[in-house]
């Protein structure tokens, strides 16, 4: 059975919260700029991109 | 906060959005829906900030400063064992804490001065990874150190106040304080990290 789209958004939007939480996570367990960088230019984005993926969801009315 | 909470924290609330990803059918209830709101909104904002917060006190870390090559030598140059070098002299008798030790002497006390240190991190790290790295000794500071800095944590101490050499004229002190004579480039503090020098330097080992 298809999933509803809303359904559908929020799995994507979960997968990239959680890639992007891993990724913030591996990098506090080294003391160093690049982890720095690896959090705030990979990290924050893919969660950033989640969490509007997630508010979209709700945005529509009906699903599909 | 402690690191260890915070990772904790990023770890249970990446597991809860997996979670809610792969269980997307529970969002079609009123609770799955507070849940996933709580999921994937309040928790990983509040993750993100914990980190970041994490990530800003990091960068204030000795750890974190000498973590790069350039850095190296301004390392050694902590453990010269020659008190005329005023680094070595602080850090070796923990007049700055040791794990913030670059930190404490290169950041501004004054307003926005922690913003302007962080910015300058970020020009370093630009520096680091696009573009080209200087020699150590080719390092300099952006512009010349201000007493402000040492006076943060002198002024008012016995030593500082009534030391000597700082009454070697009567109005040493107070000019001094007010900034027109330079703690370090008026040739009374004038040996600081020495990079370019450090090859003929003895270097203290900590514990004998």
């Known amino acids: 059975m298809e999933k509803p789209l809303i359904e559908s958004r929020i799995k994507w939007a979960s997968l990239l919260i959680g890639a992007g939480l891993l990724i913030q996570l591996g990098t506090l367990f080294r003391i160093h700029p690049l982890a720095f960088v690896v959090f705030v230019v990979v990290g924050c984005p893919l969660i950033g991109a989640g969490i509007i993926l997630y508010l979209w969801s709700l945005a529509p009315a009906g699903s599909k | ?208």
Not at chain 2, 95 to 107: E, L
Not at chain 2, 116 to 142: D, F, S
Not at chain 2, 156 to 179: C, I, N, Y
């Open chain 2, 1 to 208: 906060m402690p690191a260890t909470i915070v990772i904790v924290f990023i770890a249970i609330t990446a597991a809860i959005a997996l979670l809610v990803g792969f269980r997307a059918r529970w969002t079609r209830s009123r609770e799955g829906k507070i849940l996933a709101f709580l999921a994937l909104f309040i928790l990983p904002i509040a993750a993100v900030w914990g980190g970041f917060s994490e990530q800003m006190d990091r960068a204030e870390s000795t750890d974190f400063c000498l973590s790069c090559h350039v850095m190296t030598d301004f390392g050694r140059s902590l453990y010269v064992d020659d008190p005329s070098y005023l680094p070595a002299r602080h850090f070796q008798n923990n007049r700055v804490p040791r794990d913030r030790a670059c930190y404490t002497c290169h950041t501004d006390y004054a307003m926005f001065g922690t913003v302007r240190a962080k910015l300058r991190g970020l020009r370093h790290l630009q520096v680091q990874y696009l573009g080209t790295i200087p020699k150590p000794e080719e390092i300099k500071l952006y512009q010349p150190y201000n007493n402000r800095e040492c006076l943060h944590c002198h002024l008012g101490a016995r030593r500082f106040e009534e030391g000597s050499g700082h009454h070697k004229t009567p109005d040493l002190l107070q000019s001094v304080k007010s900034g027109q004579r330079s703690c370090l480039s008026s040739g009374c503090h004038d040996i600081v990290h020495e990079v370019g020098s450090l090859k003929d330097a003895a270097f203290w080992k900590e514990g004998k």
